[in-house]
């Protein structure tokens, strides 16, 4: 079985892939003939697909997000890789293959990145900013299981939310340590707080994102959080003018850093600035780390990233 | 007595006036010498002062926000106007004047303000909406009748915030018969809440901000009054995804319409969208006519206004 | 007959529709064969449509602005809906359909709507800015039965401008009204000169716009009213310099507010700035109005608007 | 005596020297102190003086744009020279001074500037663009003898427009030559035209820009210039929708080259393009020379440049 | 035989072209068949292609930069002309035609153009100047002979990239005569030097660039250059301090002007303002030029033009 | 002896301080009397102070960087804190006080910082990178024991380069542990060399920056180092097209991300992405430290920070 990131032009093969999306489409010709314009994907990668030959139980056999064996022909197609598929069917038990290898994920397991984020939680010295934050996480707690951190950006795959905050909280660690004038608790709360309602501003299944929700464009993420945390605070009857419920709202307002970025108010405390920094660095760096990884070794440059000033990323040969 | 607007260089001049600003310092010279550096107003503008023979007296009788009559000299100084105060003292209640007499204010009383904006409160039918705009208007009412809207910007006097609602009230009442298809509850509801944080986000007394509170900082108006429509959904028992309550807080986030400007989600509904025009038409006229105003009759050019990407008016003569 | 706005995938149907668009093609087949590449409209919107088997005859037969009975099939090509045509036939005379039928049109009769213009026009007491205003009118007056305000951005349909004027109007009235400080005859000249060359600027028949004109492209809207204004005081020999004609000039320069916009000065007097801020609230409001107009009642979501940063429009359930 | 250029601290001097600006002003002291605030000015450049000991009699004498025998100090005052006057008198007959000798100037002369563009204008072929030409040209021709072509920007001394004017035909007659599909007669024309309604724009005695107009701030030498040119066509009885007008409109109204510098439209035809990069070029590098010249010689830095992205020159030593 | 830049749709034609660009691709048919999809150019154009009828031999015989002779019909897609190859065959030596026949180069001849650069060098005074500048010639003549200057931004052509710095060395010492105070020799170098690294930064062949290298994407040209002034000033012994060397490093490192346009420091000596604006005047007219010669004459506009803010140009016609 | 840092308004006091800058002036008065205008600082920060009755003597016996004990008064100067002198003497060797005891600098000792430096540059495996790095830091290795890293912006202390880079390479040992993909040598190699030519491009002191030279002003830090760079590798006769060079080259070019902030390329590897984020953590959050540190505790606000978007920092209390 080929790994879809290893196809090149006029590979001949046969394996087992996700059918990630299929939409039904008719030809120009007269008259017009059915064919599934069809999007492949495994852990590896992805690859858009035609099957021509649509029959009228094919129309009723093939949906999004089931797993098919495929025997296909890869050509190019304005300058992109394509399958041509000439024989399709659905996956059997018996073919022994599961969902969830086919999906690109995070490298560790979604119950250990929940049970790390709990156990951080945990160590949260001040007993006001735990409950906060054990009260939003525990909002999203099964969507934490499988989220991605964003629909395309960075962490675009099954549990990269919690992966990505496994990371920053890893960074965070350390940079406490170095600096120990900034606040531990408040550097935890913010990275678990920072992107936790991305999960209801987004509506995803295996880690892929679909859509946005009415209250994510409506509201955005950001926003959304604070308001978990005015409601936690209510809930607990604690003041909602503190300087920790302050504190933890200014996390999640500032950590865009700039307006034009979505972020209401500039970061103006020490946790505020590091927290901006240790999100950019982790999603900056994991996008760089993504793409190289989802690129032929061969290929010296990856595809342009959006998120890096829509520059490619160049594979140094030491 | 003479208005400040009204007085020109090396005019003498007795008049009552509101000691704005006063602060103690010290000549150069040796031994230096105590002197006032006063900020001067009265309902028709403001001008810098110095009085220079502060005796010991002197240094426990003059505070900021007193009202105090004064002989005094203009003069100019690096190009503006200035006073150099030849006498000084309290007024007494014999003077018969009074502080309000002595600010800028709203052309209209507070009262009638907060009257009005009770009113159109009342005609909301929609009962949630209107539960959520009282509870909000609660919280800030008394600071509502006499807060400016900005420190500088816009409707910076006594009771401006509440003008600067009825006015837009005023045209929201006209956009909705104009165009039908907007929700008029929303328009309503939107005009009251859009700033109604703003008196927890300054500090002001007399309707002079003096400075922004450190929630005002951290969080900004337009988060926290997101954060009350939370508070009062959940003090009501309402669903906080209804579309309602999401509209209402959509409405407060996005009015400043872009990013940069301090919006974290840009306007993706009708009335937001009118919202943000409503209040921006009014903000700029108010800042012309006020620019207008304070400009003496015969100066054909108010000074650069800055939230008018710091141009002058001209005054048309036809 | 089915409305545009209302065919979903898998439709078939019959109806007479206008041709806005349609262009001769070839395929890619060996021979290639004709088709026409066509954009079919009614007044509820339009769509793209092939027609595969081009007759000789067809070729004499259909051209654009043409009315024509149609049978089609509905299916989506690249995520849009597209209409296969099975059957075409030119509109006669006994089928009792008339061109304007299918085109948007503004909802006042155009004739109501000069009518309305020259009302106001006539009621300027300052006799100078009324005979300049009548002047440029008369230069236009045939174009605006029936021009749209623009291309694509808004009011882009029949007599778009002359309504986008009259609905400017309204407001400008209840400005007026609420702040007299304002000059009435400015502000309803303003009004009325501020886009007068656009039917200059653009090419268009039945509202709807096919190109630039070239004295569009080199000067632009803005410099030929302000040209217009030139001509007409000079053909009545008024002074040039005067605060009248400068004026009105600077209300037609000043109206894009910035110059990134277009506008080579900023607004510099109290009418300039409420032209603009008038201006950008109807445009505004009619760019939603007519996003949720053309987008099927069962969508929750019109397409991005441009003009509104590029956001799309939420259909708010009350 | 000694140039401005060359005072450097705690000179002692006597000159001769034009009293560029003089104000009245008071000291802080008890009882307060007449004081003159000068800025005192010759061909080399200016210094800021200012004059302890005014009498009665002083403020009788002196006054702006006066000549002045002086007798001073130069100390540095917030990092700057400064000139402490000692003794000063008004110029007399007997001194053999004149004015013109105090002010920066073009180094042609003005009456040889205004031939040479007269000159060129003459030998445009086009007869109706000479034509225009001249009208707008005689417009302003008394003007042009003497007035800067802006505020401070660039060439900003005594007959600098008409100087800025001819280096650019200089340049241009260059352009033509090595490229000759340009036309020579648009070339000619745009660069007279195309800052011709400067004089009328800003308001300046002896090369010296002491504000702007009126219709400078609310139309823009821009527009003004495009005016003219409507004027001229008109007057003459030419078509205003010629390429001829319409070009030379073109011309002026885009030679800012983008809106946020001013220009409504942009280049759009290449004499259009060519002219935009010919005043850029003669004015930075005039900007370049004119600030090296104002330096002194020891100086290896001039002062920041605004319109060079507020850079400084070096004086390279090769 | 037809230059491309004259067919139109519907022509039918027989005449040799390059093959620019040639790729084989597969229909959607099934089953699908091999086509050929090509861009065909001459020195007056180029223009999409189809071969329909690939056959096993014609996958052989046919590669990009190659000479063929077409017959061919001319139709449109996509609002773009497009060629439908009937029958190719490659070109042979009894055809009597030449590659260099067929593609876009400077109206001056290679070895002409290099002729006259050296010239300049050598007239440079300043020895080291002169050695510099020769010592980073030598590494790229041979390129020089045959590369453009950039990919399509502008002299896109066989020895576009000598033909610029010919061109920009006449401007130079026009504007050096014009304004002594620049030093003839910084401003010959400067001009030389600019762009002398493009060779090492792009891939080209026949004038048309097919990528950037991977030390023109992770340096730049600009800093390539610098470089090898280092380099050329070592192997001489010179100081790498001096005036001299810094001024050159100074110019290349400069002459884009602004840090977003790819240049680390901006223009800080007269020489560096005069190349950028030296580089600028002739890039845009340059770009104007091609675009006219490249658009047929009966097209009043070209079409848009990225480097001249996305503008086309109008050809005026007097 | 009290620090600077603690001083309030009206504090009486007697210490020893650094002469930070020292200017002779005159008074306005007549006649004008000698002061000196003083910048005094110590280790804890630095304050503005006048020294009113200046002697002949004092003339000859203060400068610039001298230390001196010093009786004072605080008052408020311009809504600042100021300091007036009335008695000051020179410290003599008896006093026991030393330069570096007064002024800011790096946490940790130089001679440490630099063995940690050097440290990391011998772990570096590859031979030919830690060849290249050893060159360039042994070319200011004088400098790096005590230059600031920026003038003001951050770490404007002694030491402060060595003490940033030190941070940066804590950093950089943690990330290339947590991100095994990314290669150490060019992570340690591009951290030391960064910032590498900072003490080239400005002249310093005691950790205070007086200026920028003339090569840092024309080529930046950051083209300096590149060509260093080159240097490097010429000496030691390594191939300047070789992944090695380049890649140092890019790192050090690129690390400034964005053109606009002087980088001529973004980063397009790995370590170069990795870099400018580190970079930016350990800038940004000194800067917050320094900004706390520096302002007394009793103030919740610090002032604006120039590199955090003006922004001041609040000092949370939890």
Redesign the interface.
């Known amino acids: 079985m080929t790994l879809i990131k290893m196809l090149t032009n006029q590979d001949e093969f046969v394996g087992f892939y996700l059918l990630k999306e299929l ?1 039904l ?6 008259p ?1 003939k059915d064919y599934f314009d069809i999007v492949l994907c495994d852990a590896s990668g992805q690859m858009s697909a ?1 099957y ?2 649509v029959s009228p139980t094919d129309k009723e056999t093939f949906f999004p997000m089931g797993l098919v064996k495929v025997r296909g022909l890869v ?3 304005r ?1 992109k890789l394509q399958i ?1 598929i000439n024989r399709i069917r659905k996956a059997t038990p018996e073919d022994g293959v599961s969902l969830t290898d086919f999906i690109r994920s995070a490298p560790i397991r979604p119950v250990d990145l929940i049970f790390t984020i709990k156990q951080v939680m945990d160590s949260i010295e ?1 007993q006001d900013i735990r409950k906060i934050v054990a009260f939003c996480v525990t909002k999203v707690e099964e969507k934490l299981m499988h989220y991605p951190a964003a629909k395309t950006h960075h962490h675009a795959y099954y549990a990269g939310l919690a992966y990505h905050i496994v ?1 920053m909280l ?2 965070g660690e ?2 406490c340590k ?2 120990p ?3 531990a ?2 550097i935890k709360a913010g990275i678990i707080l920072h992107d936790i309602a991305k999960p209801e501003e987004m509506i995803a299944q295996l880690g892929i994102v679909s859509d946005y929700s ?2 994510g ?4 993420h ?2 959304l959080a ?2 978990w945390i ?2 936690a605070a ?1 809930s607990y009857g604690m003041d ?2 503190s ?2 419920v ?2 933890l ?2 996390l999640v ?1 500032s950590h865009h ?15 505020a ?2 927290l901006h ?2 999100d ?2 982790d999603a ?2 994991q996008m ?2 993504d793409a ?1 990884d989802t690129t032929p070794e061969t290929e ?1 440059w990856t595809p342009l990233i959006r998120g ?2 829509n ?4 594979r ?3």
């Open positions: 939409e489409k008719q030809t120009n010709g007269s017009p035609k021509w030959d050509h190019t197609y300058e041509k001040d990371r890893e960074i350390f940079i170095q600096r004038f900034l606040n608790d408040l009415v209250k464009k409506l509201l955005g950001i926003s604070s308001n005015t409601e209510l909602l003018d300087d920790r302050i504190g709202q200014h307002l850093n700039l307006g034009e970025w979505g972020s209401p108010v500039q970061p103006q405390t020490a946790e600035v590091a920094h240790i950019s660095l900056k760096l760089v780390e190289l010296p890096l000033e520059k490619p990323i160049y140094t040969k030491l």
